[in-house]
Nanobody, 115 residues
Framework: QVQVVESGGGLVQPGGSLRLSCATS????????MGWYRQSPGKQRELVAT??????TNYADSVKGRFTIERGLKNIVYLFLNSLIPEDTAVYYC??????????WGQGTQVNVSS
């Protein structure tokens, strides 16, 4: 069963910023790569960013240069969202690659970008 809790979403104007947080267990945080995913209404869930235990990152082209994924303290993985656009509106989830393949997800956090 997935052991993540996402938070930090909200309503923001275009051009604004948000910080999403993903709290997980120490074992998962230290052992596995972590990813942030998002799903917009009527669309498939997509991978937004990943970070390995050693801090190597990778981003979807649609968010490159605007989003940043980081490993914080206390087993938290952050996703910094900058220069937000309406197309970024989605429910954002964090997960390990195994959890994603197993279709085992947390509740996510809603991000709405609108004026």
């Amino acid at each position: 069963q997935v052991q993540v809790v996402e938070s930090g979403g909200g309503l923001v104007q275009p051009g604004g910023s948000l910080r999403l947080s993903c709290a997980t267990s120490e074992n998962i945080f230290r052992t596995y790569a972590m990813g942030w995913y998002r799903q917009s209404p009527g669309k498939q869930r997509e991978l937004v960013a990943t970070i390995t235990p050693r801090g190597r990152t990778n981003y979807a082209d649609s968010v490159k240069g605007r989003f940043t994924i980081e490993r914080g303290l206390k087993n938290i993985v952050y996703l910094f969202l900058n220069s937000l656009i309406p197309e970024d509106t989605a429910v954002y989830y964090c997960n390990t690659p195994l959890g994603a393949r197993s279709d085992d997800w947390g509740q996510g956090t809603q991000v709405n970008v609108s004026s």
